[in-house]
């Protein structure tokens, strides 16, 4: 895959800009489009699932680079590991290191950026929040409708595990990759926290 300039989030404008890489990941929820740079991962890009896969990780999963695996930079590599763990061993995840986060998003000072640090810090595999009770542990209880558009806003879907945000009703709610991919996500961490007692 070709390599594509952006601009380096710590930069001013027109300043310094950083080479983005992609890599392809073959995962049990389709293809995911990774990319980043040397400084760290930029975006995750979900597949839209029409269909739940078979297993819901009764069996093994399978996880593989299928593109840009001679494109890796550190960030890409941590990322890919993750994320193989994720699907295939999530006990692992806890001792892999997580790849530093270069977005512009995640760089800001924003109530978007709190939530999701929030999301990633203390809602752990196997759990689920509210987006009230989101809200909450981000310091605004009055802001659920703020952080539904934290969820949507997310670049780093799965490692910041904006599938674990449901709604007060119990209802699943809106997921970037769809409905089926966020219910396949909540029922593949409940199984293997119940599998492995995580």
């Not at 990941?25 to 975006?43: F, R, Y």
């Not at 209802?171 to 492995?196: F, P, V």
């Amino acid at each position: 895959m070709a390599s594509r300039l952006v601009p380096n989030v710590n930069s001013k404008q027109g300043e310094s800009q950083c080479k983005e890489k992609h890599v392809v990941l073959l995962s049990p929820v389709g293809k995911l489009e990774i990319s980043g740079c040397e400084t760290g991962l930029h975006e995750i890009k979900l597949p839209k699932m029409s269909v739940l896969p078979s297993g819901r990780g009764e069996s093994v999963a399978t996880c593989e680079v299928c593109e840009g695996a001679e494109e890796l930079t550190e960030a890409l590599k941590q990322c890919t590991a993750w994320l193989c763990a994720y699907f295939c061993e999530p006990a692992r995840t806890k001792s892999l290191p997580v790849p530093a986060f270069h977005h512009p998003l995640l760089q800001q000072d924003s109530f978007t950026r709190q939530v999701l640090w929030t999301l990633w810090r203390d809602v752990k595999f196997g759990e689920a929040v509210s987006y009230k009770q989101l809200a909450d542990l981000a310091g605004n209880s009055r802001a659920a409708r703020a952080v539904g558009g934290a969820m949507r806003s997310n670049p780093i879907p799965i490692i910041i595990p904006c599938h674990r945000v449901i709604c007060s009703s119990g209802q699943t709610g809106n997921y970037g990759g769809g409905n089926l991919m966020k219910e396949w996500l909540l029922s593949h961490e409940k199984l293997q926290k119940e599998k492995l007692a995580y």
